[in-house]
T-cell receptor
Framework: AQRVTQPEKLLSVFKGAPVELKCNYS??????LFWYVQYSRQRLQLLLR??SRESIKGFTADLNKGETSFHLKKPFAQEEDSAMYYC???????????FGSGTKLNVKP | ETGVTQSPTHLIKTRGQQVTLRCSSQ?????VSWYQQALGQGPQFIFQ???????GRGNFPPRFSGLQFPNYSSELNVNALELDDSALYLC?????????????FGEGSRLTVL
């Protein structure tokens, strides 16, 4: 069965510290993986997707098929990164999406 | 370019009643998907409509049904409401199979079932 697991409900770091939000998945096939973010009082929005291999707002994520992981990383956290982060998996034709339970990132000054 | 809009924003129903939630997709998008987000949980996929046809469904019972109209707006209908149906219902639009998977979300409709 398809599943996305985010083991941490809350992650607190100090400004300037590295941050890593963990995401593991199970899927019988080649998944498409995403990170979505929800800032305070804003709607859920795409942060990045693995097929683009891009860095957005200093965040990167590498798909590790061996470990079935797609962890989100940033070398130096900023206060404005404080938000709710969701890892998501989609089938190849994007007709089904599976979201993790989310990790709340709190960046302290 | 208008974003995804949902209505109503909040509503209260009693167990056994029926509810209809509405969603207007972002301009140019032909695909709408619906999600249920319980408190403290991530969005759970209900179903997706692509060009007026359901083309994907999650693990939700048949009392969750939907429609997509020619203008690509959509409705989510839930019959025989149960207490556990209390949640935030999110609509997201996208370009479906022609896109790279980016979902554009609305702000949601918060349903409370008493």
């Amino acid at each position: 069965a398809q599943r996305v697991t985010q083991p941490e409900k809350l992650l607190s770091v100090f400004k300037g510290a590295p941050v890593e939000l963990k995401c593991n998945y199970s899927y019988s096939g080649s998944p498409e993986l995403f990170w979505y973010v929800q800032y305070s009082r804003q709607r859920l929005q795409l942060l990045l997707r693995h097929i683009s291999r891009e860095s957005i707002k200093g965040f990167t994520a590498d798909l590790n098929k061996g470990e079935t992981s797609f962890h989100l990383k940033k070398p130096f956290a900023q206060e404005e990164d404080s938000a709710m982060y969701y890892c998501a998996l989609a089938k190849y034709n994007f007709n089904k999406f599976y979201f993790g339970s989310g990790t709340k990132l709190n960046v302290k000054p | 370019e208008t974003g995804v809009t949902q209505s109503p924003t909040h509503l209260i129903k009693t167990r056994g009643q029926q509810v209809t939630l509405r969603c207007s997709s972002q301009s140019g998008h032909n695909t709408v998907s619906w999600y249920q987000q319980a408190l403290g949980q991530g969005p759970q996929f209900i179903f997706q409509y692509y060009r007026e046809e359901e083309n994907g469904r999650g693990n939700f019972p048949p009392r969750f049904s939907g429609l997509q109209f020619p203008n690509y707006s959509s409705e989510l209908n839930v019959n025989a409401l149960e207490l556990d149906d209390s949640a935030l219902y999110l609509c997201a639009s996208s370009l479906g199979q022609e896109n790279t998977g980016e979902l554009f979300f609305g702000e949601g409709s918060r349903l409370t079932v008493l």
